[in-house]
Nanobody, 124 residues
Framework: QVQLVESGGGLVQAGGSLRLSCADS????????MGWFRQAPGKEREFVAA????????SYGDSVKGRFTISRDNAKNTVYLQMNSLKAEDTAVYYC?????????????????WGQGTQVTVSS
């Protein structure tokens, strides 16, 4: 069973940085592709980043390329999202998700498990 818990959200000024973490309490974390999504009020859930089982493959949404970095530590059952040069438009609830299939995908429906989300607010 996969249980995902996000942490690290908060309020930050534009231009600042935050690192989100997502921990899995299960024992099969290394077998899942992990993704980060975000959802702002009144908007659809948006793909942010994804990472393969070993961390060798990554994918990013166009709006965060060059500013955000996804990584994982399978020994700690944790995936991270380092967010730099934050903008007001990055304000959203950020969710991590786990996918049992090996291919990376930007489609939210392709993920099997979701965390509860953590709020990120960027003040301009």
């Amino acid at each position: 069973q996969v249980q995902l818990v996000e942490s690290g959200g908060g309020l930050v000024q534009a231009g600042g940085s935050l690192r989100l973490s997502c921990a899995d309490s299960g024992r099969t974390f290394s077998r899942y592709v992990m993704g980060w999504f975000r959802q702002a009020p009144g908007k659809e859930r948006e793909f942010v980043a994804a990472i393969g089982w070993s961390g060798g493959r990554t994918s990013y949404g166009d709006s965060v390329k060059g500013r955000f970095t996804i990584s994982r530590d399978n020994a700690k059952n944790t995936v991270y999202l380092q967010m730099n040069s934050l903008k007001a438009e990055d304000t959203a609830v950020y969710y991590c998700a786990a996918r049992a299939l090996s291919m990376l995908t930007t489609y939210p429906g392709g993920y099997d498990y979701w965390g509860q989300g953590t709020q990120v607010t960027v003040s301009s």
